[in-house]
């Protein structure tokens, strides 16, 4: 193998998920997983796309099988897989399979670029002084919970040094408020507990909870569909966050011009891989607003370091049981952003149970 060319392997797992998931829009019962490993001078960097169907989680790897024979690796080397965000663009169309693919294999280039070089992702990136650890948040408090069972959750994630949390809420006001009251038992300081709607509101439902709400909560996330975000009326205690399903920066742009808002989360995969996560991260950074990131844990906090400024990391891990969970923060809430690369630490086990690895 010449000394500049890497070595790229796919990988697809079905993980069942025991006890399902229980969101808005209804259970979860497995998670899908494309991984992509690329391997060069005895390092190995990992990316990976989750979906929830096994039909979306095949699309992407055909795709992915493409863009890693046009990249040419036994010439162009790890510079091509790095490229890999631009070459979807000229080669794919532009939808969210073609879009996971590539931020799978970007992932991994940039996994493997960091180790090679023997610092985080964060520092390739431009990690500005002062980004060394984040505060996050424990993201779960599922419907399936009673309201005994949130508090013990709660008290749990407390325990663990969180020092904040994301719950899931229904359609029903009364039923939110009763919950919402439950967590905040344990998480009492303002602004520490947000509500993610799963896109199920709409803005009547928004605007009558928000009228209804006195609690300052850290925010209120897709209390809409994205076209009607601008009919949900501000409010002097409580803010909106949205932005995780948008694929395009000018979609994000429109969100903070057209719906007024000054909290974007961003999904690493939706957007298509960490350039076009910063690209945009960056835009939208200038113009006053603060980014957030949407699950991948591991990637998403050297994401959000390389910003000079960003909302809490999610904590979300059950959508890939393939990586060992990040630790839990430290008694100040927060976590160290530290490498080489992504510092991913692989459960063997599942990939050994679930995994199938791709012909290329």
């Known amino acids: 193998m010449p000394a500049n060319s890497i070595n790229v392997e796919l990988w697809n797992l079905r993980v069942p998920l025991d006890p399902p998931i229980q969101a808005p829009k209804g259970p979860t019962t497995e998670t899908c997983l494309l991984l992509a490993f690329a391997s060069g001078e005895g390092h190995r ?9 096994a039909a979306e989680m ?6 992915a099988k493409k863009l890693i024979a046009e990249a040419a690796l036994a010439t162009s080397g790890l510079a091509g897989l ?14 969210h399979v073609s879009r996971s693919a590539a931020s799978a294999l970007s992932l991994a280039a940039w996994d493997l670029a960091g180790k090679q070089a023997g610092v985080p992702c964060a520092d390739l990136w431009g990690r500005p002084a002062g980004r060394d650890k984040l505060g996050c948040y424990a ?25 904040a949390v994301k719950m899931r809420v229904n359609r029903s006001l009364k039923d939110n408020l009763e919950r919402i009251a439950a967590v905040r038992t344990v998480f009492s300081e303002p602004g520490t507990i947000a509500l993610e709607t799963g896109s199920d509101w ?32 501000e409010h002097p205690l409580n803010t909106i966050a949205a932005g995780e399903k948008s694929v395009h920066a000018n979609e994000l742009y429109e969100l903070y011009t057209r719906g007024r808002l000054r909290k974007l989360i961003i999904d690493v995969q939706y957007v298509g891989g960490p350039v076009r996560f910063l690209e945009a991260a960056r835009i939208l950074n200038g113009l006053g607003a ?9 990637y998403s906090m050297h994401l959000l370091a390389a910003l ?15 990586f060992h969970p990040l630790a839990n923060p430290d008694a100040a809430g927060c976590l160290p952003v530290e490498g080489p690369g992504f ?4 459960n063997q086990a599942v990939i050994d149970k679930h995994g199938v690895r791709v012909a290329l």
């Open 45 to 53: 960097g990992v990316g990976y796309a989750s979906f929830r169907k």
């Open 58 to 63: 095949e699309a992407a790897t055909t795709v």
């Open 82 to 95: 790095l490229n890999v965000e631009r070459q979807q663009e000229a080669s794919c169309e532009a939808n």
């Open 139 to 163: 993201s779960s408090l599922w419907l399936d919970k009673s309201i005994a069972g949130l508090i013990d959750e709660a008290k749990l994630y407390r325990q663990q040094n969180y020092r």
């Open 202 to 233: 709409s803005a009547d439902i928004a605007n009558e909870f928000l009228g209804a709400c006195d609690m300052p909560l850290m925010w209120v996330e897709d209390p809409a569909p994205h076209a009607d975000l601008h009919k949900v009326r």
């Open 290 to 298: 603060t980014v957030g990131s949407h699950r991948f844990s591991h």
């Open 308 to 322: 000079p400024r960003s909302l809490p990391i999610e904590m979300l891990d059950w959508t890939n049981p393939a």
């Open 343 to 346: 510092r991913i630490a692989l």
